[in-house]
């Protein structure tokens, strides 16, 4: 019988260390997530401050260009509209 409880209390002790020892592999991975959730939010956030800046990079651009071709933009615009309305009327 003694060796019976002697076997049980060194079960009993394996099971609390491995226990242990998952505590910490998932406070790891929680950490490793969150670090790595934060270099997502960053790039995300890069990426879209990148694309605020070419937006309006290129917003500029056009009101340029229809500042120095006023009639030019206006005939484009126009001749632009008119291709679209004819592709939408042949698809009714």
Sequence with gaps: MAS???EMD????E???LRGDVLK???ALKDL???QGRVAVER???TG??????AEQLRSEADRHIEERPLTSVLMSFGIGCVI???LDRRH
Excluded at 10 to 13: D, H, I, S, V
Excluded at 49 to 54: A, G, T, V
Aim: proline share 0%.
């Design 4 to 6: 019976t409880e002697h």
């Design 10 to 13: 060194q079960l009993r002790k």
């Design 15 to 17: 099971i609390e260390q």
């Design 25 to 27: 592999v998932v406070d």
């Design 33 to 35: 997530g969150t670090a």
């Design 44 to 46: 995300a956030r890069a």
């Design 49 to 54: 401050r990148s694309i605020k800046e070419e």
């Design 85 to 87: 309305g004819m592709l």
